[in-house]
């Protein structure tokens, strides 16, 4: 709290990046691409890995003194919903070239992706510091944060091996760790029962 207080008085947004740490956005994308449960390769992971930490290239806007607010700022275009829609779709397009436009699998992989990086925002959306989250650019520069926010903001760079970057990990582990671990043992755990149960 004491941290993420100073970080917005003095408005110092390159030392707070307003981000869950990069570790905890592939996580969240690791825990999805799990309870997925579609066929997985290294391909499928390393793109699913990229795509939930690929919003937060914008921090680059830091060191060309980007306006705060503006929407090539920290937690703007990159972060919004048509950002996600487009990267899910040029991830597929590339990534996945044996799959034919509009089939079955190519709109689970589409919406999948669009999920995975959409989360980013989401965890970004839950954070107690940093810029909102302008989920609707570029049609409305709006920054949106929810009404509950209990994740520690985290220290960009190597900010985050510090004394507050353990806490801030800790509120990660807390608040995104334990229940995306839970709901994808569940999902696991479901899908070993389902034969079973018939
Ligand atoms: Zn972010």
């Given amino acids: 709290m004491w941290a993420s207080t100073v970080d917005r008085c003095a408005g110092n947004v390159a030392i707070s990046s307003g981000m869950p740490s990069v570790f905890t956005h592939a996580f969240a994308g690791f825990a999805l691409g799990k309870a997925a ?6 391909r499928f992971w390393l793109l699913s890995l990229l795509c939930a930490v690929v919003p937060d290239v914008d921090v680059i806007s830091f060191y060309f003194g980007t306006e705060r607010g503006s929407m090539f700022a920290h937690r703007g275009i990159t972060h919004s919903l048509t950002f996600a829609l487009l990267l899910a779709l040029l991830v597929v397009w590339l990534g996945f070239r044996e799959t034919k436009p509009f089939t079955k699998r190519w709109w689970t992989l589409s919406a999948y992706f669009f999920i995975v990086t959409a989360s980013h925002g989401l965890l970004d959306a839950l954070t107690n510091g940093g810029a909102g989250v302008a989920f609707f650019a570029p049609f409305d520069s709006t920054r949106y944060f929810f009404p509950w926010r209990p994740i520690e903001v985290s220290p960009i760079g190597l900010g985050f091996f510090s004394q507050r970057g353990m806490e801030v990990f800790w509120s ?3 608040w995104v760790w334990i229940p995306a671990s839970v709901i994808v043992g569940l999902v696991l755990l479901y899908r070993r029962l ?5």
């Fill in 194 to 198: 389902r034969p079973l149960l018939k």
């Fill in 37 to 42: 449960g579609m066929k997985r390769s290294v």
């Fill in 172 to 174: 990660e582990f807390v």
